[in-house]
T-cell receptor, first 114, second 114 residues
Framework: GAGVSQSPRYKVAKRGQDVALRCDPI?????LFWYQQALGQGPEFLTY????????KSGLPSDRFFAERPEGSVSTLKIQRTQQEDSAVYLC????????????FGNGTRLTVT | AQSVTQPDIHITVSEGASLELRCNYS??????LFWYVQSPGQGLQLLLK??????LVQGIKGFEAEFKRSQSSFNLRKPSVHWSDAAEYFC????????????FGAGTRLAVHP
């Protein structure tokens, strides 16, 4: 009965470094979402996958952000040349994929760029 | 554009008192509506959701919410607050014809006095 698992839990990166954040969704969940939550704010949508297809990446803030889900299960969010404004909690969520199925969120990865 | 407004950034109540957290949305059609709760360092947990039908919905932990189309509101209520309810609460809306891409409000932080 594992939930959505994210790793690492915390990541500190120097400005300019590349980072990779991992999300293990609930087994069998078709839909996978990435959200960015800045301090004191609500989560903001980044991107959406249905199986391995990235159907919506309208929320990615710049071309430094890249997400993939090559086998339709685990997903990785990669941020290249990190900037201080990238500091946030990155939340992953998955769902079975039906229209009325709620999202199940992981505990997030807190990224701090120094 | 779709948006969610939570007018109260911070609310403090006494334990045992009643609670109402406000949420207003801007959307052209009837949306799917959600309330999530987030404890420090944790992911988001679904409290309740509204898709259609009865406008008063019951959720977990004794919470309920009422959808009022005329006011574009979906306020969260609890008759008697417990100290363990202290957390951040997020209202969210999803497109009724889409894939549950959630748009979140900025959140309301609830503090509970003994």
């Amino acid at each position: 009965g594992a939930g959505v698992s994210q790793s690492p839990r915390y990541k500190v990166a120097k400005r300019g470094q590349d980072v990779a954040l991992r999300c293990d969704p609930i087994s069998g969940h078709v839909s996978l979402f990435w959200y960015q939550q800045a301090l004191g704010q609500g989560p903001e949508f980044l991107t959406y996958f249905q199986n391995e297809a990235q159907l919506d990446k309208s929320g990615l803030p710049s071309d430094r952000f890249f997400a993939e889900r090559p086998e339709g299960s685990v997903s990785t969010l990669k941020i290249q040349r990190t900037q201080q404004e990238d500091s946030a909690v990155y939340l992953c969520a998955s769902s079975p994929g039906q229209r009325n199925s709620p999202l199940h969120f992981g505990n997030g990865t807190r990224l701090t760029v120094t | 554009a779709q948006s969610v407004t939570q007018p109260d950034i911070h609310i403090t109540v006494s334990e045992g008192a009643s609670l109402e957290l406000r949420c207003n949305y801007s959307y052209g059609a009837t949306p799917y509506l959600f309330w999530y709760v987030q404890s420090p360092g944790q992911g988001l947990q679904l409290l309740l959701k509204y898709f259609s039908g009865d406008t008063l919905v019951q959720g977990i932990k004794g919470f309920e919410a009422e959808f009022k189309r005329s006011q574009s509101s979906f306020n969260l209520r609890k008759p008697s607050v417990h100290w363990s309810d202290a957390a951040e609460y997020f209202c969210a809306v999803a497109f009724s014809g889409g894939y549950n891409k959630l748009i979140f409000g900025a959140g309301t932080r609830l503090a509970v006095h003994p």
